[in-house]
């Protein structure tokens, strides 16, 4: 399968590091065998809708994963 990870904006950070957690969970899921494209908006101003779309209009994932740290929800949501 497809599959679509998206690493959350960071906006209020003064440092940007990817977040470790997902690096595991791409790995893993293509050791499962799926195909894994990673979105990291943290590198484009352009506006995260945007970006989004223009990744699923393009990869046609079958699934999309987000995810980030706690302080991350607001992003996220």
């Not at 293509?30 to 990291?40: C, D, T």
């Given at each position: 399968?497809?599959?679509?990870?998206?690493?959350?904006?960071?906006?209020?950070m003064q440092s940007y590091h990817i977040p470790l957690g997902i690096?595991?969970?791409?790995?893993?899921?293509?050791?499962?065998?799926?195909?894994?494209?990673?979105?990291?908006?943290?590198?484009?101003?352009?506006?995260?809708?945007?970006?989004?779309?223009?990744?699923?209009?393009?990869?046609?994932?079958?699934?999309?994963?987000?995810?980030?740290?706690?302080?991350?929800?607001?992003?996220?949501?």
């Amino acid at each position: 399968m497809k599959i679509l990870v998206i690493v959350c904006r960071q906006t209020c950070m003064q440092s940007y590091h990817i977040p470790l957690g997902i690096g595991y969970v791409s790995a893993c899921l293509k050791r499962a065998g799926h195909e894994v494209q990673l979105l990291n908006p943290n590198h484009s101003c352009e506006p995260l809708d945007a970006l989004v779309a223009a990744a699923i209009a393009k990869q046609e994932p079958g699934m999309v994963a987000l995810g980030g740290m706690a302080f991350h929800f607001r992003e996220i949501r």
